[in-house]
């Protein structure tokens, strides 16, 4: 069986995160953008929005 992640639950996972590292104050657009970046095929990955750094890479998502 094929699990397949529609993009509004992809949202809803995104918000859920940026809530429990107590960010609150973020729009659809902000949360769309970071999607995209996520989406990327590199391997690691760094960029900021919300305020915050992003450094993704095979082993963590952490935010600076």
């Not at 918000?15 to 996520?38: C, D, M, P, V, W």
């Not at 990955?45 to 095979?58: P, R």
Request: proline share 0%; net charge positive.
């Amino acid at each position: 069986m094929v699990c397949v992640i529609i993009q509004s639950d992809q949202l809803r996972g995104l918000a859920l995160f940026l809530k429990s590292h107590q960010i609150h104050n973020f729009t659809s657009g902000q949360l769309e953008e970071i999607k995209k970046r996520l989406d990327n095929n590199q391997k690691d990955i760094t960029f900021e929005i919300l305020g915050k750094k992003w450094v993704i890479n095979a082993s963590q998502i952490m935010l600076r």
